[in-house]
């Protein structure tokens, strides 16, 4: 079993989300792309959790404006393997995960690749050191989309 990623080491230059954001005052009761067939893209077997996550966060904001990006695992797996500066064939052998800060830098910069080789970028990127979820349900509201990475022990 993989997990995909690396320990976040937090950087005095990280933009955090809390000093530059306000939340909304109201958000609706729900929202969200429901019914999705996510498939897990890669992370039954290799550590790209980050980039499986990449993708169903694409699929889920696209599907809300009417459009049907395709992604395979091959596709999933290619962006991991470049991120990583390897070919899709050595990928197995430097499979040891994303570190967050890296994988944002390279989502702003290339993006995830879809079935047509199109990179689906991010604008930008914050981090939320402590757990908040009325901040992340905020931010899922008013920029369509977050990443959130979570510690799972073996346990």
């Known amino acids: 079993m993989k997990l ?16 530059v954001y306000t939340p909304q005052s109201s958000l609706p009761d729900s929202f969200g792309a429901t019914g999705l067939e996510w498939g897990m893209l890669g992370n039954d077997e290799y550590g790209d959790c980050y980039w499986a ?32 500066g390897v070919s899709l ?9 994303t570190d967050a800060r890296a994988g944002a ?5 290339t993006g995830v ?10 604008g930008a990127y914050a981090f939320i050191e402590e ?6 349900k905020s931010v899922v509201h008013d920029f369509e989309g977050a ?4 510690n799972l022990p073996a346990s």
Do not use: M, W
Request: proline residues 5%; hydrophobic residues 35%; contains cysteine.
């Open 147 to 150: 990443t959130v990475c979570v």
């Open 53 to 84: 996550s990449a993708a169903h966060e694409v699929l889920a904001e696209a599907n809300l404006a009417g459009r049907d990006p395709i992604f395979s695992t091959s596709n999933v797996l290619q962006s991991y393997a470049k991120y990583l």
């Open 131 to 136: 757990p908040d979820y009325e901040l992340i």
């Open 105 to 109: 830098k390279f989502r702003k910069a």
């Open 113 to 122: 690749y879809d079935s047509d080789g199109h990179g689906h970028k991010i």
């Open 4 to 19: 995909g990623l690396r320990p976040h080491l937090p950087d005095e230059r990280d933009i955090q989300l809390a000093d």
């Open 89 to 97: 064939e050595q990928l197995k052998q430097h499979d040891d995960g």
